[in-house]
């Protein structure tokens, strides 16, 4: 017998676990890396997506190519911005790693050379460039771990826009409810002894299972967690 596992639950599918469906504005990765060429861009809109947590930029190339990003904190509209590995170390341009000096705030950065970018992406976010060695160049995270990464990885400079909107109260539950819901969060979250019990193993206010805890060795992975395949549970018998 396994245990209730949310994880599956939402794995399922349902309306309770999906986000509404054309929500998301936009999908924000960087183009295809330039090489040496150095192209310049506009800033010509900004654009809230409720599925970022910061605010997007529209950036309009000299080839009148268009791509969306995250938007630094200060830049405005008409900023330009460069993308290269000669461009220059402006607000919001996008490097490699090779190109960006010591000590300089970087966003968006990529795992992989032409990923288009996966980490410190959220509001208010930033990584520190501490130093480089040959082919590679050690990161600080927003976490404070320190990563060494390809100098072919590209990152934007700056940190994320948008980094106070946690200071102001959501005063009301079916605001967080629907801002949850825009990112396929899982909201309000529940302690199981708060349950019924046909709801939930601690449900009841029982303080206690029910049942064993064991976990079949043919469970699936999603169920395979707490005492799989003991030979005994519970407590020794005395005498």
Known sequence: MGKMIRVQRRGKGSHSFTNPPNTYKAEVAFGKPV?????????????????????????????????????????????????????????GSILPLGSIPDGMLIYNIEVTPGDGGRMARASGSYATVLAHSGEKVSVMMPSKKTLYMSSECRAEIGAVAGGGKEAQPILKAGKHHYMMHAVNGYWPGHRGVKSNPVDHPFGGKQHHKGFSSMVSRNAPPGAKVGHIAARRVGRRKRG
Do not use: C, T, W
């Open 35 to 91: 090489g040496e060429n150095k192209q310049v861009g506009e800033v010509i809109e900004f654009i809230d997506d409720p599925g970022h947590s910061a605010p997007l930029m529209r950036i309009k190339y000299d080839d009148l190519r268009e791509n969306i990003l995250i938007a630094p904190e200060g830049i405005k509209i008409g900023d330009r911005i460069q993308e290269g590995r000669n461009a220059d170390v402006l607000l």
